[in-house]
């Protein structure tokens, strides 16, 4: 048990967590309620000591912002952090900063986890103790009929890459290595060990501001 007090965070950390949950918002309230009540919902281990959330809003004196202080920080007694740097996407990188978790899992503020994934993401890292990869999860189509698992390499319009799904690899049910994958999910479903460095310093200043499509394979390899 250790006791600190987190920079930017009113709160007081008295124990060390297994899980911490990342997110960074600008007016957008609603994404952060739906992401953080559907994981209470449906994610049991969410609802214990041994999970916290992390909220790092841009715009605090909106009424997005005002909600959303009220909803973390006064109903469920989570990490609200005002921030004040650069606008980007890559800014949801900063929670790891206010982490206490052993893991720290991020996502978008408008993400919903299909249920028992994160139980098997930490069932994963159990069994792997040793395991210095970064782990993705397959995007599940809207009408939850299909799923992609990776980006191809290639060349569509003005974007390089392109949805791809490995159905082979996919329905062993086992993990396997991708070429690419889209910014999106990449940033959305990101399991990174604690005393690892951040993600954005693998890549070049001028990427972090907006990331585009990911060499997972050269990436993973500047991580390990």
Known sequence: MRRGIIRGCSKIIMSQKTLSIGMATYDDF?????SVQSLRMFHEICNTDEV???ILDGNTNSEHGKCCKGFIE????QKYIPYFGKLSSFNKYETIKYAEGKYVLIIDCHVLIQKNGIAKLLEYFENNKNCKDLLQGPLIQDHLSRVYTHFDKVWRGDMYGIWA???ESY???EPFEIPMRSDVIFLKIAFIRKNCHCIAKLLPPRF???FGKSS???MNEHFR
């Open 216 to 218: 997972l394979r050269r």
């Open 52 to 54: 916290e959330f992390i």
């Open 74 to 77: 006064d109903k469920l007694k």
């Open 208 to 210: 972090r501001i907006l």
């Open 171 to 173: 329905e062993r049910g």
């Open 165 to 167: 799904t490995d159905q």
């Open 30 to 34: 609603d994404g952060v309620f739906f």
